[in-house]
């Protein structure tokens, strides 16, 4: 993840906007998430978007909209594949308001 991706996400009024592509499949699914002040991108390899505020080094964003049961199962079903190309893009964006 970029600095600038890392700052932003960082800011109590940003938005995080998960997409997971599928594109072989035409399958996607997005998931819209806040951003938070503790959050510390250590985790080297894991990235977890979470229902709830609560972060650790793992957490890229909470608050989201949807967790892994309410993902479309099409698209579920696709990433069983192991020679799928999975693309999983990440932004944030600030809005207006704070909180």
Not at 3 to 10: N, P, Q, Y
Not at 27 to 51: C, N, Y
């Amino acid at each position: 993840m970029s600095e600038a991706f890392k700052s932003i996400a960082r800011r109590p009024n940003s938005i995080i906007i998960i997409t997971v592509e599928i594109p072989s499949a035409g399958l996607s699914d997005s998931i819209r998430a806040r951003g938070h002040p503790a959050l510390t991108f250590e985790h080297p390899t894991d990235m977890v978007v979470r229902k709830s505020t609560y972060t650790c080094g793992r957490t890229v964003a909470v608050m989201a909209d949807k967790a892994a049961r309410d993902l479309s199962r099409e698209l579920v079903e696709a990433l069983r594949d192991p020679m799928a190309l999975v693309i999983i893009k990440l932004e944030a964006l600030l809005t207006e308001r704070n909180g």
